[in-house]
């Protein structure tokens, strides 16, 4: 009996080569996605509480004056705090988890709506972090603002490194 032949693979089923650089963005990605969800939950668990009698256990537990100046200017600002916005604020930051868990996928299985994202929800914030350094300069909102830009400049170079190769074919196939 005669083989049949094998079909040629399919170029877009093919697995993707794995980038180490995009790999480990996207593990921080999914780290900042677990601490801004743990943060989720520490607002809709603080609707119900009464935060200054919280702060007042705090204190103590930390020994910490409950006379202090930091401490009744926190007990004061914390006692007018709404509820409602806790709910708010829990919601914000379940939608912005939402966002880094994907990118993080995204970026862990190097897709390329992946990069996109990253580089509109990271460029789009790149003005006002250097914004910010400039008008209240600190060493860290400098330091934060140079990680982002060599962040977005890769994701930038990976995708257009992608793009380069591709163009180049099709050049030579129209030949």
């Known amino acids: 009996m005669p083989e049949k032949p094998t079909p040629p693979p ?15 963005i996207a593990v921080v990605k999914m780290v900042k996605g677990v601490l801004i969800t743990g943060l989720a939950v520490g607002f809709f668990r ?7 009698e919280m702060v007042r256990v705090w204190t103590a537990r930390l020994r ?47 897709q390329a709506w992946a990069k996109y994202l990253l580089v509109v929800a990271t460029g789009v914030w790149i003005p006002e972090e250097g914004y910010a350094s400039f008008r ?23 995708l257009c490194r992608k793009k380069a190769p591709a163009a180049g074919r099709s050049e030579s196939e129209k030949s």
């Open 10 to 24: 399919d170029p877009g089923s093919a697995p993707k080569k794995k980038d180490p650089g995009l790999e480990l």
């Open 46 to 52: 603080a609707i119900n509480e009464d935060l200054g």
């Open 64 to 110: 910490i004056d409950p006379e202090n100046h930091l401490i009744r200017l926190l007990l004061e600002k914390v006692t007018n705090i709404n509820p409602r916005s806790f709910h708010t604020f829990g919601v914000i930051s379940l939608i912005y988890a939402a966002e880094l868990y994907l990118e993080g996928l995204g970026l862990w299985f190097n």
């Open 136 to 158: 209240h300069f600190s060493w860290s909102r400098v330091s934060l603002l140079l990680i982002n830009l060599a962040v977005l400049l890769y994701v930038i170079w990976v």
